[in-house]
């Protein structure tokens, strides 16, 4: 038996697509293709993820089979650092601009000339005709040719798109003029006028080119986000080689070297801190101004600004390991996927082009029958009106745009979503489930109160003792200390279920719970309504003893998040129910949600309860959201209509659920479940729009009105009002861009 090779992906840019037909028969060719499993095509991004078996095809041969049906393709450039195919998709889109730019000058010039000789020589003489012919001949052959040549591949393929539909309406028009001009007299001994429309033909293809011109630059804008991030690269590091600090190209920067980074200047990769003290603005990946402090041993990412004090850091990860890299690459593959609401305009685009052409004979067939003379002349406008009119343009672009959009301005604010669908289901939820530990909680224990005679002095000499232990109360027992000298201790026994003593100073020190300082008959009765106290606020009484004699009682838990409370609250305030799950005791976790402001608990679950709790909302007709860490989380968060990843900057748990929170707290979660519903409220709007577009332009393109008010459009207008409805969905999505520009960091934009 013959193994199945894993599919492989590939991406590969496909170039002169303009239209939703467009990338509707690049994608049908590719799933039709021997050996792809199945295929994406994103008319925004211009590109196409094919899914493939490498024993049955290649890149290569998908792009000579995207090439064969009339459009342009390459083979993917393996990029070695973050942002390269970003920077030479930039450089390809400037190229297509450019030439669009020539192409709209000399059709626009074209036109002009054209309007202004048909006024002066009213009356036309054969010269007269000729000389628009000669003005005309540079647009259709040059300018406006790639709608023809292209219009003709679809034929040939047995399909139809936007350039069908332009090249029908202006070919007719050009091919009646050029019979006008070659044979007036044929036609004026057959009672036909030899007018001529080289006007309409350079007009209407000189405002299709403007149309094409803007979709292209507000393209552009949609990537904005990704190109800030690719931007803040630096293009060299100071690094320590051979005892000597020299400074080198990003590209020859090897893992293991030691880099210098003074104050204001950039992190050029990842890596840990070595030496030094200082504060990292990590903006870029959380959303968060206030810099971050950094020490021996701390996480640093490349892109950083470095704030206050000079560091020498240890190069980790390069290239496409970087955190940076993956925030590109998973923002790129969000731009690229498609929302499900987008299939109804993938079918309705599938079926539009040959509608509207079937649409365009039977008005051509009405005019000529039931029109006013000369019937020709007029069937002819109407039909050339609804085809220029009757673009899926806008149609293509409606879902797309909102979502290149959303997802770039999400990265910009540390909310990672990881594509249409996430965006389409995050939109429409009404229940929010949160992990406690890591989540509410920092996910770490800490001493939050100092009690008792000597609460420092306790504070030292525990941390003396529990340097030796390897419980986890330990561990913040020892941070609490601080930069205090701690002493060293012998004699150091651990008492199972009690605590831990030790020999500190020639002071006998016990450390631990109620149980030991019985059994070491220490006196706690000054200190038992404080130990009751914190003990009903979810906090760990910890007692310390010195020769018998009580010095301290300490508070420890697991602190609250600052921004825990605040996000609840904004999540209540948006309609949504608010769940806490967690594996914790009964009683501290209600004390965690009494804080909090989370109205239902359920506590002592394991991770398997977890996704049963989360399978019981779903069967009750809700839609969840998790919110957990990624890890003993991930059951859950896969199960959850939207897993939403809390994380920080250097661990993030991209694969585990379908939004990451590269701030790691509570705040992103309202903030992404409002993007997510702002980002819908747009795509609808385009949608509505572009329906409307057509239901309503292509009846009055045939000529609806003209029995009624004698009004009708001609095709220099409808070409306008294609080029205008194109242009509107995408301005449309780009207010995206402003989404919580107007709002302090974390907090809901009105509205949402």
Known sequence: ??????????????????????????????????????????????????AYDPSAT??????????????????????????????????????????????????????????????????????????????????????????YVRAWTA??????????????????????????????????ARGVAPDVYYEAVSTIIALILLGNLLEARARGRTSDAIRKLAGLRPSTARVLRDGTERDVPLGELRVGDEVLVRPGEKVPADGTVLEGTTTIDESMLTGEPAPVAKHAGDQVVGATLNRSGAVRFRVDRLGQDTVLAQIIRLVEQAQGSKAPIQRL?????????????????????????????????????AAVTVLVIACPCAMGLAVPTAVMVATGRGAEMGVLVKGGEALERAGDLDVVVLDKTGTITEGRPAVTDRLGPKPDEAVRLAAAVERSSEHPLAEAIIAAAGSTAIPSVQEFAGVTGHGVTGMVEGRRVAVGNRRLM????????????????????????????????????LGVADPIK???????????????????????????????????????????????????????????????????????????LAAADVGIASGTG???????????????????????????????????????????????????????????????????????????????????????????????????????
Not at 101 to 119: I, P, Q, W
Not at 605 to 630: F, I, N, S, Y
Request: charged content about 15%.
């Open 650 to 752: 250097t661990d993030i748990a991209m694969e585990s659920g379908s939004i990451t929170l590269m701030r790691g707290d509570l705040g992103g979660v309202p903030l992404a479940i409002a993007l997510t519903r702002r980002t819908m409220r747009v795509i609808r709007q385009n949608l509505f729009w572009a329906f409307v577009y057509n239901v309503v332009g292509i009846p009055i393109a045939a000529g609806a009105l003209y029995p009624v008010l004698g009004l009708r459009l001609t095709p220099t207008m409808a070409a306008a009002a294609m080029a205008v409805s194109s242009v509107s969905v995408v301005t449309n999505s780009l207010r995206l861009r402003r989404f919580g520009r107007d709002a302090a960091s974390g907090a809901v934009p009105e509205g949402a």
């Open 1 to 50: 038996m013959t193994a199945v090779q894993s599919p492989e992906t590939c991406t590969i840019p496909v170039s002169g697509m303009t239209c939703a037909a467009c990338s509707g028969r690049v994608q049908r060719t590719l799933e039709r293709t021997p050996g792809v499993a199945s295929a994406a095509v994103n008319l925004m991004t211009g590109d196409a993820t094919v």
């Open 518 to 553: 019985e059994r070491e008959r220490v006196d706690i009765s000054a200190v038992e309504a404080d130990a009751a106290r914190l003990a009903k606020d979810a906090r760990t009484p910890v007692y310390v003893a010195a020769d018998g004699h009580l010095i301290g009682l």
């Open 155 to 188: 034929f040939r393929h047995h399909t139809a798109d936007m350039n069908t539909l332009i090249a029908l309406g202006t070919g007719a028009a050009f091919l009646m003029s050029l019979v006008a001009t070659l044979a007036p007299g044929w036609l004026a």
């Open 58 to 147: 290649s890149p290569t041969q998908l792009v000579e089979t995207i090439r064969g049906t009339g459009y342009g393709a390459e083979l993917p450039v393996p990029a070695r650092e973050a942002g390269d195919a970003m920077e030479q998709r930039e450089a390809a889109r400037r190229t297509e601009m450019h030439e669009l730019t020539r192409k709209l000058a000399v059709s626009v010039v074209a036109a002009v000339a054209t309007m202004v000789l048909g006024m002066v020589l009213h009356g036309m003489t054969d010269l007269g005709r000729y000389v628009l012919l000669a003005l005309t001949l540079p647009v259709v052959g040059w300018a406006g040719r790639h709608f």
């Open 562 to 636: 600052s921004t825990s409370a605040a996000a609840v609250t904004r999540l209540r305030a948006m309609g949504l129910d608010v769940v806490m799950l967690t594996g914790d005791t009964q009683a501290t976790a209600d004390a965690v949600a009494r804080a909090v402001g989370v109205d239902r608990v359920v506590a002592e679950v394991l991770p398997d309860h977890k996704l049963d709790e989360v399978r019981r909302l779903q069967a009750a007709g809700r839609v969840v959201a998790m919110v957990g860490d990624g890890l003993n989380d991930a059951p859950a």
């Open 345 to 381: 305009a993938d079918r309705i685009s599938a079926v539009f082009v040959p509608v509207v052409i079937s649409i365009a004979v039977a008005t051509f067939v009405l005019w000529y029958d039931l029109g006013p003379a000369p019937a020709y002349l007029h069937a002819l406008i």
